[in-house]
Nanobody, 124 residues
Framework: QVHLVESGGGLVQAGDSLRLACVAS????????LTWFRQAPGKEREFVSR????????DYAESVKGRFTISRDNAKTTVFLQMTDLKPEDTAVYYC?????????????????WGQGTQVTVSS
C-alpha cells in the first residue's frame, strides 16, 4: 500500500514557477515508479511526467518538456515537480500516482495509487 499527499499548488502569474511535492508513505516506496498527471476542468486526466524507481530515468509530455523537471528523494519518500515558465494552459489539478512496476505508464488507468491532488492556477 502507498498513500500519497500532494502539496505546493497555488495561484501564480504566467512566467512564474512552482514546485509541487508528493509525499508517500509505504514500506516499498523506493521500488515504485512515480508519475504526475493533471486534469483541467472539462478535460480528461493527462500525463505530465514520470520517474522510475531509481530516479535515473524520466519522461515528459511534449507540452511541458523543457519547463518542468521531475525528481525524487527516496530518503524523504517524496517526488517533486519543478514547474517553470508557467502558462495559463498549465492550470489544472495536479495528481501524483504510484506504480509498482517501477516505471509506470503514460496511461492513468495503469495506476492503483493516487493522491488527492493540488490545484495550480496560472493567470495571464
Amino acid at each position: 500500500q502507498v498513500h500519497l499527499v500532494e502539496s505546493g499548488g497555488g495561484l501564480v502569474q504566467a512566467g512564474d514557477s512552482l514546485r509541487l511535492a508528493c509525499v508517500a508513505s509505504g514500506r516499498t516506496f523506493e521500488t515504485y515508479g512515480l508519475t504526475w498527471f493533471r486534469q483541467a476542468p472539462g478535460k480528461e486526466r493527462e500525463f505530465v511526467s514520470r520517474t522510475n524507481w531509481r530516479g535515473s530515468s524520466d519522461d515528459y509530455a511534449e507540452s511541458v518538456k523543457g519547463r518542468f523537471t521531475i525528481s525524487r528523494d527516496n530518503a524523504k519518500t517524496t517526488v517533486f515537480l519543478q514547474m517553470t515558465d508557467l502558462k495559463p494552459e498549465d492550470t489544472a489539478v495536479y495528481y501524483c500516482a504510484a506504480d509498482s512496476t517501477g516505471w509506470g505508464s503514460r496511461l492513468s488507468t495503469a495506476y492503483e495509487y493516487w493522491g488527492q491532488g493540488t490545484q495550480v492556477t496560472v493567470s495571464s
